[in-house]
């Protein structure tokens, strides 16, 4: 199946990014495709994301090197051990490292030079979902349609 044909069938993961003065941010991730993902967050771990499920994720300020992907076709025992075909984490549900290629990136750093955040899709490790960022400050929303869907929120 072609991009532009995967893309139009499975629009993917959203994720809220809601700051809070400098302390934390909390990622409200949600699966918009047909078909379960299997949310990986470094920090942060994983869970299994029916369609139109989410997870919320808090993440602390000064976080560097932090990724969220989505696995695809995995399968995990009720201890959290097993295999995804795509953007697997060592074979556990509760991502600790990150994963393996195949899988679309969505990057970040929080509160880093002049207390500014930083984020961006990346393709580095190669494409498994689609996503997109759409960053909102003080009620103005952009979008930037990229691959995965990331709403950001500054307060």
């Known amino acids: 199946m072609g991009l532009l044909k995967s893309l ?10 809601f700051f809070t003065s400098a302390h934390a941010a909390i990622f409200n ?7 379960t993902v299997w949310a990986g ?3 942060g771990g994983g869970r299994r994301l029916d369609p139109r499920q989410s997870w919320s994720l808090t993440v602390r300020a000064g976080t560097t090197g ?5 696995r695809t076709g995995c399968n ?3 201890a959290g051990r097993g ?6 984490c ?6 600790t490292a990150y994963g393996t ?17 930083f984020y961006d899709i990346s393709l580095v490790d190669g494409f498994n979902v689609p996503m997109a960022f759409n960053p909102t400050s003080n009620g103005c929303t952009s979008v930037t349609y990229i691959y995965i869907y990331i709403y950001i929120y500054m307060v």
């Open 8 to 17: 139009s069938i499975s629009s993917f993961l959203l994720a809220t990014l």
């Open 29 to 35: 991730i949600q699966n918009h495709c047909s078909y």
């Open 41 to 43: 967050a470094v920090p």
């Open 66 to 70: 932090a990724r969220i992907w989505a």
């Open 76 to 78: 995990f025992d009720g």
């Open 83 to 88: 295999h995804c075909q795509t953007g697997d």
């Open 90 to 95: 060592g074979g556990l549900l509760q991502c």
């Open 101 to 117: 290629p195949p899988n679309t990136l969505a990057e970040f750093a929080l509160n880093q030079f002049s207390g500014k955040d």
